[in-house]
Nanobody, 123 residues
């Protein structure tokens, strides 16, 4: 499965954006999907995940502000972001997720990442 994120932009502190992740070339519905972000000088982190069965997880800093969803008929996952803060500024990526057999945590399934989409929140 190939995944491409889009929908980023420049928004003011407190603003909103919705990101889209369109999949091609595989069975989207069978995959767990994750939204990642990488801020300048920081490591890429998993922000939100939605399992193939619909179970959802968020990191603490975005819980209550971000909503992940998926539309299997459209081979698309979404990340709705509200109450954006300057700390949310990053390049956002999507990837399919695998399960780390050592600890049961989600991990990126593919080593090759798309170009991502830049979200900039101005203060």
């Amino acid at each position: 499965v190939q995944l491409q994120a889009s929908g980023g932009g420049l928004v003011p502190d407190g603003g909103s954006l919705t990101l889209s992740c369109v999949a091609s070339g595989g069975s989207f519905s069978d995959n767990h999907i994750g939204w990642f972000r990488q801020a300048p000088g920081q490591e890429r982190e998993l922000v939100a995940a939605i399992g193939s069965g619909g179970n959802i997880n968020y990191i603490r800093s975005v819980k209550g502000r971000f909503t992940i969803s998926r539309d299997n008929a459209k081979n698309t996952a979404y990340l709705e972001m509200y109450g954006l803060e300057p700390e949310d500024t990053a390049v956002y990526y999507c990837n399919a997720l695998g399960i780390d057999t050592n600890n049961g945590a989600y991990r990126p399934l593919y080593d090759v990442w798309g170009q991502g989409t830049l979200v900039t929140v101005s203060s």
